[in-house]
């Protein structure tokens, strides 16, 4: 199930975009999916992922196939030192998830607890947004806790690795989404310095362990972003 769900996410993500930006994509099509499923038909199964592929098969079909074309030539000390900054974040990371598995406070008061609710009761979506839980903010959208529980269930069990898996993804795909759409409109040098200046950046270590959805947001509007300067699905 769990391989089925990624395959979901990441073929419906690159049906639609090409690069590190589909990662991100497919990642938020694959909660609101899950999400959609549950609240207008209760399904907590693999009918969102079956959708997803379906949708991916008629964009890989008629939809628009375009790459980001990358130019110029990369100096290697360059690459070794976003490489290097690129290591340094990522074992930061795994370090501070090891020791908060279950992230920050707003993780614990209202991310993973609402994807807790969604996955121990999720026919009573009315836990996730009771009015009696106002420090839980049941008002905020349910994609993050969605997302969160629908890898549970694809899992058969509720894990910490599920959550950190998500937060290291959208960091580093919007990462990796920033440094190839600068390449392909600066080179890859600037974009090795902007993907350098984005790891130098404490907020993104910290937000990406803290399990926040300020980075998934950030990222989405990221690759919105880069998809509005090539001027993609512009109508």
Not at 32 to 39: D, P, Q
Not at 101 to 114: K, Q, T
Not at 165 to 174: E, K, M, Q, V
Request: hydrophobic letters at 60%; charged letters at 10%.
């Amino acid at each position: 199930m769990i391989a089925l769900a990624v395959l979901a996410a990441f073929a419906c993500g690159f049906a639609l975009l090409r690069g590190p930006g589909a990662v991100v994509l497919g990642l938020a099509l694959s909660g609101a999916a899950w999400s959609a499923g549950l609240l207008l038909f209760g399904a907590t199964g693999a009918g969102a992922d079956l959708a997803l592929l379906a949708a991916a098969g008629v964009a890989w079909r008629f939809g628009e196939q375009r790459s980001l074309v990358q130019r110029g030539r990369v100096n290697n000390v360059h690459r070794a030192v976003s490489a290097g900054a690129a290591v340094v974040v990522a074992a930061l990371f795994l370090e501070q998830s090891v020791r908060y598995p279950d992230g920050g406070w707003d993780a614990v008061a209202i991310w993973n607890l609402r994807a807790r609710a969604l996955f121990a009761a999720p026919h009573q979506p009315g836990l996730v947004f009771s009015p009696e839980l106002p420090a839980q903010h049941p008002d905020y959208p349910i994609l993050l806790p969605a997302l969160v529980a629908h890898g549970w269930f694809a899992l058969g069990n509720r894990t910490a690795a599920v959550p950190i898996a998500i937060s290291f993804l959208f960091a580093a795909a919007g990462v990796a989404a920033l440094a190839s759409a600068v390449s392909a409109r600066r080179g890859p040098t600037i974009a090795l310095a902007a993907a350098l200046l984005l790891h130098g950046t404490p907020e993104l270590l910290t937000l990406a362990w803290n399990q926040y959805a300020d980075v998934k947001l950030a990222m989405l509007l990221l690759v919105a972003v880069a998809l509005a300067v090539e001027e993609r699905f512009a109508l």
